[in-house]
Structure formats: C-alpha cells, structure tokens
C-alpha cells in the first residue's frame, strides 16, 4: 500500500511540476489552447465535438459519449506549450473516436463494469470486516476479479493515453501551432509525465491485483 501510493503521489507531483514549469511565457503562434483545439478539429473534419471550459484544474478531458472536449479555463485561454499539449492530447481522443481507434472503444466498452469494480474494492472490505457476512476466502476471490477488471482497464488505457499524445506531437507540428526546439521539447515534456500517471494506475491495480490472488494461489497449493 504504502509503495503504488508513494509511486501515484511521485507521478502527480512531476505532473504538476513539468506543467507548472512549462506553462509560462507564449508559443510562437500566440495561439491559446482553446483556438489549437477547434483548429484540429477543424482540420481533421470532426464538426460534432463541442469544446467546453471548466474550471477544474488539470482536470481535462474528452468524454466520447456526449462528444465534449472538456479544457480548463487556464489551458483553454492559456497559450503556453502545456496549455497547447493538453489541448491537442485531448483532440487525440477525438481523433481516436473519429478513426474507431480500436483500444479507445474497448476503454468506452469497459467503463459501466469497472465503476462496480471500484465500488465493489471500496466497500467490500468494509462490509466484511463489520458484518462478517461474507467469508473471507470468498470475499478475496471476489476483490482478485474487482482488482483484475480495474488493471485490465487500465491497461487499455495506456495504448489509448500514449496514442493521443503521439498524435497531439504530429498534429501541432503539421499545423505549426508549436516551433521546433524549446517549445516542442516542453510540450513532450508535459505529455510524458501525464503519461506516467497512468502508468502508476496500472502498477498499482496490478499489485493489488496479485495481492489478493497470490494468497487463494498459496491455498490451492497447500490443499
């Protein structure tokens, strides 16, 4: 526990220290992340997506059911090389959703079991451990499924997180919204460390995920 929280904390805090570091001054094209992202859009044919400004700090997204392409008001207005990184990460997403990427709609497909899956790891242990109503062998076998759907998840999610950054690099180039240099290095700087968030997520469902099913394996064994 104390490990994938210390490695989950260690990957937000670079995340936040490279984008800190990396959203200051303006790129060349003086270009705000908001106007990069309809230019994408644009440019890639996609006339469905609506682009939406929240308030929530790093907290963008795009969510491919509705069709949004979610940016905070600091990236949608800013125009350092992170605002325009994230930006064009998100339109990645698009870009996945507009060429059935395929990893992009088995995540989608994925999304309804896995939030059981987390609510079943949050509350079971819980349950068991005050009612007594569920065995514990039984209530293990129950958190390795939970634990082995969230890393299952989470591992798609890495093809579908890598992809739209790798993207995000093409495009803004194509599109000279960034100039080659500093401005290209600080926005792979950016998108590498997010990267690295969802890598920490993997690890962390993968331990628990063997941490609950080595101890059944253990006992099958001795049986």
Request: charged share 15%; aromatic share 8%.
């Amino acid at each position: 526990m104390i490990g994938t929280m210390a490695l989950s904390l260690l990957a937000a805090a670079r995340v936040k220290r490279v984008y800190n570091r990396c959203n200051r001054g303006s790129v060349w094209s003086g270009v705000t992340g908001g106007e990069a992202a309809a230019m994408i859009l644009r440019q890639a044919g996609i006339r469905d997506v609506e682009i939406a400004v929240h308030d929530q700090m790093l907290g963008d997204h795009y969510d491919p059911i509705h069709k949004r392409l979610v940016l905070s008001s600091e990236n949608y207005h800013g125009s350092s090389p992170a605002a325009l990184g994230i930006a064009a990460h998100e339109c990645g997403h698009a870009l996945q959703h507009q060429s059935a990427y395929g990893p992009l709609h088995w995540r989608m497909a994925a999304v309804g079991i896995t939030t059981y899956a987390n609510q079943v790891v949050m509350w079971l242990p819980v349950l068991g451990m005050f009612t007594g109503l569920i065995e514990p062998m039984v209530a293990l076998w129950i958190l390795a499924l939970a634990w082995g759907l969230i890393m299952l998840f989470n591992l798609v999610t890495l093809p579908v997180e890598f992809d739209a950054s790798r993207r995000a690099k093409l495009v803004l180039r194509r599109l000279n919204l960034i100039a080659p240099g500093s401005e290209a290095v600080a926005v792979s700087q950016v998108l590498n460390a997010a990267a690295w968030t969802y890598v920490a997520a993997f690890a962390t469902s993968l331990a628990y995920f063997f941490w609950h099913l080595l101890p059944l394996l253990n006992g099958r064994q001795r049986e």
